[in-house]
């Protein structure tokens, strides 16, 4: 049986609908791309609802201030000798800071949130 076959017979009408509230998710950044494509396997494999795949795979993004503040926090002070050796490549700071909290998170934060938290973070710190 082509492989073409056996994924049309698996879309079914309630797996279609599942498929849109994950597209809905994507666009209002509850997951992220790669956590989409990992929800979408759920989905179409385990016969998982939307809701279960985010839930019982952890895949919701960490859209949290305080959670965001405190791996922030944590990283800066982890990493408090390269922030010193590239405070005057502030791009390249910030994404290395980024790559960080983005392992530590487990790659669930939400990256523009983590980059507005930590440019305030930054020019506080070299205002001192």
């Known amino acids: 049986m082509p492989l ?3 994924l049309e017979s698996a879309m079914t009408q ?4 599942e498929l849109a509230k994950m597209h809905q998710g994507l666009l209002t950044k509850e997951i992220n791309s790669r956590q989409a494509k990992e929800v979408a396997q759920e989905i179409i494999i385990k ?3 939307y809701d279960q795949a985010v839930t019982k795979g952890g895949h ?3 859209t949290e201030a305080s959670e965001i503040s ?3 926090d944590e990283v800066i002070q982890q990493y408090t ?3 010193q050796k590239m405070k005057d490549n502030r791009s390249r700071l910030v994404s290395f800071l980024i790559g960080k909290i983005m392992v530590l998170s487990k790659g ?4 523009q949130l983590l980059a507005k938290e930590i440019n305030l973070r930054l020019d506080l710190l ?3």
């Not at 309630?14 to 609908?17: F, G, I, P, Q, Y």
């Not at 669930?108 to 990256?111: G, T």
């Open 4 to 6: 073409g076959s056996s």
């Open 14 to 17: 309630a797996t279609l609908n």
């Open 47 to 49: 016969k998982l609802t």
């Open 60 to 62: 919701q993004q960490i």
């Open 70 to 72: 405190d791996f922030v």
């Open 81 to 83: 000798t390269e922030i």
């Open 108 to 111: 669930q934060a939400n990256p």
């Open 126 to 128: 070299f205002l001192k």
